[in-house]
C-alpha cells in the first residue's frame, strides 16, 4: 500500500522499513513498535502509517482506529510485563514536549510509586535489549 509519508520523518521511514525497529504489532493502517528510549521494559510506540504531525492533522476515522490498536496493544503490554498501570500518552507540539512531528502514542507500563521523565531524558537501549521486549508482547495477540 502507498502511504503519503515524510523522507525526513523518522517513523515513515521505520514505516518503510528504511530503519530498524522492533516491531510489535502492524497492520493495514498502524505498526507498533518498541520505543528505543525506554521509560520501562515493554515502553511501545503506536503510529498512524501515514504522516501527520498531530492529533490536529489525523483525520478522526484513522485516529478512532489508531486508538483502537493502542487499546490491543497495552492490554498485550500489561499481561507481557505485569505492569500495575499503563501509562497512554499522546503529545501535540513542542510546547507539550513532541520530538518527533509524526503522531504518536506511547504505552508505557507502570509500576507503583513510579514517575515518568522527560522522553529526552532517557538512555537508548540496545536492539537486543528492545527485540526481547518486543517477543514477549508478541505472545499476548
Do not use: W
Given at each position: 500500500m502507498?502511504?503519503?509519508?515524510?523522507?525526513?520523518?523518522?517513523?515513515?521511514?521505520?514505516?518503510?522499513?528504511?530503519?530498524?525497529?522492533?516491531?510489535?504489532?502492524?497492520?493495514?493502517?498502524?505498526?507498533?513498535?518498541?520505543?528505543?528510549?525506554?521509560?520501562?521494559?515493554?515502553?511501545?510506540?503506536?503510529?498512524?502509517?501515514?504522516?501527520?504531525?498531530?492529533?490536529?492533522?489525523?483525520?478522526?476515522?484513522?485516529?478512532?482506529?489508531?486508538?483502537?490498536?493502542?487499546?490491543?496493544?497495552?492490554?498485550?503490554?500489561?499481561?507481557?510485563?505485569?505492569?500495575?498501570?499503563?501509562?497512554?500518552?499522546?503529545?501535540?507540539?513542542?510546547?507539550?514536549?513532541q520530538?518527533?512531528?509524526?503522531?504518536?502514542?506511547?504505552?508505557?507500563?507502570?509500576?507503583?510509586?513510579?514517575?515518568?521523565?522527560?522522553?529526552?531524558?532517557?538512555?537508548?537501549?540496545?536492539?537486543?535489549?528492545?527485540?526481547?521486549?518486543?517477543?514477549?508482547?508478541?505472545?499476548?495477540?
Amino acid at each position: 500500500m502507498n502511504f503519503v509519508t515524510n523522507s525526513s520523518c523518522i517513523f515513515c521511514r521505520i514505516v518503510k522499513k528504511q530503519v530498524p525497529a522492533s516491531m510489535v504489532y502492524e497492520d493495514e493502517h498502524t505498526m507498533a513498535f518498541m520505543d528505543i528510549r525506554p521509560v520501562n521494559e515493554g515502553h511501545v510506540l503506536v503510529i498512524p502509517k501515514k504522516h501527520f504531525a498531530d492529533i490536529f492533522e489525523i483525520p478522526e476515522k484513522l485516529n478512532a482506529y489508531t486508538n483502537r490498536v493502542v487499546k490491543k496493544v497495552a492490554i498485550a503490554v500489561k499481561k507481557a510485563t505485569n505492569a500495575d498501570g499503563i501509562s497512554i500518552i499522546q503529545q501535540n507540539g513542542r510546547a507539550a514536549n513532541q520530538d518527533v512531528f509524526h503522531l504518536h502514542v506511547h504505552i508505557i507500563p507502570k509500576f507503583e510509586g513510579q514517575t515518568t521523565p522527560r522522553f529526552r531524558d532517557l538512555v537508548v537501549a540496545s536492539r537486543e535489549q528492545l527485540d526481547a521486549a518486543a517477543a514477549k508482547i508478541k505472545l499476548h495477540f
